[in-house]
């Protein structure tokens, strides 16, 4: 079979993954087409292509930031390293953000990909071995192709018109397809190790309960590179010049490590320079060894999808330990299979990982940059309005994404308030842990924890108010639609849109205080708030999805 057969073929499959995680089939949704003029699978591909797009915006603006940090950061940023080391480290830091944002995306996808029935009814037909290997690697290819398209477009031209250096942007193309390929790597790796270690483990021991969270958490730290790369690029920049000052040639030994022998390829095309033989003999052998790696990486990934998923489909969840019931309240019973479904669910960790690790990159920079004491209220303002954007903006993805939930609507005697009260519960739940890990870090240096409690406990009836707008709004859509959001890489656009009236509601309070700066208003504001936003959204709410 030619490739271009196998790319047929690959589309065909392609479309089939795109319609399994739009609507969901296999966690419980039941199918209902939104408009009959229009093809289901012609919409579940629109929905991923702009996705796909969403992820190329951040590609962009952190092409971009690259850019300017390279071409300007010389003369505001005070650090002792050289002009090569200064351009070698912003391209590393960008190709660390590239790296991040492939497996991020990659995780999202990569584990129900391999436990597609596509790929099971794909190995039922009279296919070559190689062919199956071909057609699947190409749909797995298929589902990144336009940010990793972007990424090896914006890179190199950022490059150039940073450096104004052609051979620069030319060196670029390899640093960018090493990250690339490396990042889908990890991602089916991880995805399949998850899927055949961890997913399986439906056991509710201790042992169980750790060992997700523990992958969990170790697959979510890559994500905050980009958190990293926005809040401290100017002291990373600081503290390597301080450090090859203190002990001249340490960097050396750093930019051996991936991706830096890359990174200063890149710079030395933009910047010829000498270094001593002995630096020069290290990143070669580091260059070589990672493009041998590379050449590796790429033939595996060629067959790893197919065989991968062989591998997940013949995993059969381990049975329960215990069919002990426990009775709770519906509300608590909605919060806690969240909290279960993320333990097994990368995509649904992430979301709610993602916020409280932003958050603690964000205290522990200001932590770092030795506050003022007498500013205290403005770094207590400072830490709720960080809990409430990223609560009020995370939280409602969960919902968008987690099919279970909504799918036990339809059997169980679930009405549509407790619904949206365990969610808001979670959305809740998320600000305050937020919220106290910014407080704790900035408190501890300032020694003024009171002011910090004061301002997140007038801000929380606004949160509460947000999250219950934002739960209704989604409730709304989806008893109207019959068909939830199933993975951030499939439908950002729309719950992103539905987070913009929960941050202007939770961000009310805040701007009040800007203007006047009363906390008592604030909580009078607040609850102001929650009461119209409570009954509006509860009022009615008590019938069975």
Same mark, same amino acid.
Request: hydrophobic residues 55%; proline residues 6%; contains cysteine.
């Given at each position: ?202 056991? +509710? %021991? *201790?042992?169980? &309960?750790?060992?997700?969270?523990? $992958?969990?958490?170790? /697959?979510?730290?890559? #994500?905050? !590179? =980009? ?21 001249? +040639? %340490? *960097?050396?030994? &750093?930019?051996?490590?991936?991706? $830096?022998?890359?990174? /200063?390829?890149?710079? #030395?095309? !933009? =910047? ?23 050449? *590796? ?249």
């Amino acid at each position: 079979m030619k490739w271009g057969e196998r790319w047929r073929v690959a589309r065909t499959l392609y479309r089939e993954l795109s319609f399994q995680s739009i609507y969901a089939l296999k966690s419980g949704n039941t199918f209902l087409r939104e408009r009959k003029d229009v093809d289901p699978g012609d919409r579940a591909e629109r929905r991923i292509l702009q996705s796909k797009i969403t992820v190329c915006v951040l590609f962009g603006l952190t092409a971009l930031a690259s850019a300017a940090l390279v071409s300007e950061g010389r003369y505001y940023i005070p650090t002792a390293l050289t002009p090569m080391y200064f351009d070698a480290t912003i391209f590393a830091l960008s190709l660390v953000v590239i790296f991040s944002l492939v497996w991020i995306t990659g995780l999202q996808v990569a584990l129900p990909f391999l436990s597609s029935q596509a790929l099971t009814a794909l190995r039922a037909l009279p296919i070559e071995e190689e062919d199956l290997e071909g057609i699947s690697a190409l749909a797995f290819l298929h589902l990144f192709d336009l940010p990793l398209t972007t990424a090896f477009v914006l890179f190199p031209v950022a490059i150039f018109l940073a450096t104004g250096s052609a051979l620069a942007a030319l060196a670029s193309l390899p640093a960018i397809a090493a990250t690339e390929v490396f990042a889908l790597s990890l991602s089916l790796v991880t995805a399949g190790f998850f899927a055949r270690t961890v997913s399986g483990s439906t056991g +509710g %021991s *201790l042992r169980n &309960l750790l060992a997700r969270w523990t $992958f969990l958490i170790l /697959w979510t730290v890559p #994500s905050l !590179a =980009i958190t990293i790369f926005i809040v401290f690029s100017v002291q990373i920049l600081g503290t390597l010049g301080q450090w090859e000052l203190a002990q001249p +040639g %340490s *960097l050396a030994l &750093l930019f051996g490590v991936f991706p $830096f022998p890359f990174a /200063w390829v890149i710079a #030395s095309a !933009a =910047i010829p320079t000498t270094a001593p033989p002995a630096y020069m003999a290290l990143w070669t052998v580091a260059l070589g060894a990672y493009s041998v790696l590379l050449i *590796l990486a790429g033939e595996w990934l060629l067959t790893a999808p197919l065989r991968l998923g062989r591998t997940v489909a013949a995993v059969a969840p381990s049975p329960p330990r215990s069919w002990r019931l426990r009775t709770t309240s519906p509300t608590v019973a909605v919060l806690a299979k969240d909290l279960r479904i993320a333990s097994r669910t990368p995509a649904y960790a992430f979301l709610l990982l993602l916020p409280l690790l932003d958050a603690f990159v964000l205290g522990l920079f200001t932590y770092l940059g030795n506050p003022n004491p007498a500013m205290a209220d403005r770094y207590a303002s400072a830490a709720v309005t960080v809990a409430v954007l990223l609560s009020a903006f995370f939280g409602p993805v969960f919902f968008a994404t987690e099919v279970m939930g909504f799918s036990l609507t339809r059997t169980l005697p679930l009405t549509q308030r407790t619904l949206m009260m365990g969610k808001s519960a979670l959305i809740t739940i998320v600000y305050i842990i937020a919220f106290l890990l910014v407080a704790l870090l900035v408190a501890s240096r300032i020694h003024d924890f009171p002011i910090f409690l004061l301002f997140g406990s007038a801000e929380l009836p606004a949160i509460v108010a947000a999250a219950l707008l934002e739960m209704g709004i989604l409730v709304w859509r989806a008893e109207k639609t019959g068909v939830p959001l199933t993975s951030l890489y499939s439908g950002a656009w729309w719950v992103t849109m539905v987070s913009v009236p929960g941050l202007l509601v939770a961000g009310t309070p805040l701007i009040a205080f800007h203007f006047y700066p009363s906390v008592p208003l604030m909580a009078v504001l607040a609850i102001g708030l929650l009461v119209p936003v409570a009954v509006l959204t509860l009022r009615g709410a008590n019938r069975t999805l």
